[in-house]
């Protein structure tokens, strides 16, 4: 397969961690090119991977055939629609927008341009969580529990000013939402409670007649543990852990992003299932207001 050429829109610390080296060392992607509001950032991470800085937005549309995000949400709902209408496959992260309304336009935008879309829902593409998801299907599950507990309010290069302003429930909330929805069947509604800025709860109702509730913190001092979910069958329980997920799940991520791209008709992780996310997001932030 002809490695497609991604361009990438951010040059942050994720960008820098994540993107960049994953699009740039292929083999199924080729990094296009970078583009960031800040031209100093850009410049730098583009030559740390040998390719060209763009200070013009639409030059990077032109010598890209998709578009890979790195940036905050609400930067990323506006540039990807722009990208979309551009006609570019889109490779968005979590969550899909700063808000629902921005997340609804953006999934309008990609439907009537009828690009490609795929979400970097990390965890979705460790072999660890396709296991587990598998065998917490066949539980005949009733119920589980997830927990993501970090420290990255404190400082350090997370701490950035969205993160800070609507903490938790935005930032790790749709990684817990999107496993307990893909374990136990889709949500249909939630509760919450705490505080999005120290410790959120949120209950989950599951089409299947399934209860769950995921805890969230970025507040936690000291070392913490790695993300959990757990779900409770009939049949048993199965769990699965953050330090499961190997290294090997973002390469899978440019490779499923790459044949989506190629081969056309869609992706489970697209633009409309992180709408979905961001609906359960909105009703959990309201709920804690």
Same mark, same amino acid.
């Given at each position: 397969?002809?490695?497609? +050429? ?20 292929? &083999?199924? !992607? ?8 800040? #031209? ?18 639409? =030059?990077?549309?032109?010598? +890209? ?7 905050? &949400? ?11 209408? %551009? ?25 009537? %341009? ?14 660890? !969580? ?8 066949? /539980? ?29 429930? *935005?930032? *790790?909330? $749709? ?6 929805? @893909?374990? /136990? ?9 705490? =505080? $999005?800025?120290?410790? %959120?709860?949120? /209950? ?7 209860? +769950? ?11 913490? $543990?790695? @993300? ?9 329980? %199965? !769990? ?27 992706? #489970? /992780? ?20």
């Amino acid at each position: 397969m002809e490695p497609v +050429s991604v361009g990438l829109v951010g040059a942050g610390p994720w960008a820098e961690m994540v993107h960049a080296p994953v699009l740039a060392k292929g &083999p199924h !992607t080729r990094l296009a090119g970078v583009w960031a509001r800040r #031209p100093v950032a850009s410049r730098g991470l583009a030559a740390a991977h040998g390719a060209p800085a763009f200070e013009r937005l639409e =030059d990077l549309f032109d010598a +890209s055939e998709a578009v890979a995000f790195s940036v905050p &949400p609400a930067v990323q709902a506006d540039i990807a629609g722009r990208a979309a209408k %551009a006609g570019k496959a889109l490779l968005l992260e979590k969550p899909l927008a700063a808000d629902l309304d921005g997340a609804r336009r953006l999934a309008a935008a990609i439907a009537e %341009a009828g690009v490609a879309s795929q979400m970097v829902f990390s965890f979705r593409y460790s072999p660890a !969580t396709t296991a587990f998801l598998e065998a917490a299907r066949a /539980l005949r599950p009733f119920g589980g529990h997830a927990a993501y507990i970090s420290g990255g309010l404190n400082g350090g290069p997370f701490a950035t000013p969205w993160r800070l302003e609507r903490g938790a429930v *935005l930032d *790790l909330g $749709p990684h817990m939402i999107d496993l307990l929805d @893909a374990a /136990l069947g889709r949500v249909v509604g939630v509760r919450a409670h705490g =505080d $999005p800025l120290g410790w %959120a709860g949120l /209950l989950l109702e599951h089409e299947s007649g399934a209860v +769950s509730e995921a805890s969230l913190t970025m507040r936690a001092g000291g070392e913490t $543990p790695p @993300a959990r979910v757990e779900v409770y069958g009939a049949e048993g329980n %199965a !769990t699965l852990l953050g330090s499961d997920l190997g290294d090997d799940a973002f390469a899978e991520v440019a490779r499923q992003f790459a044949e989506t791209v190629r081969r056309g008709g869609g992706h #489970p /992780l697209d633009a409309a299932h992180g709408l979905r996310i961001q609906e359960i997001l909105e009703e959990a932030e309201r709920g804690l207001r």
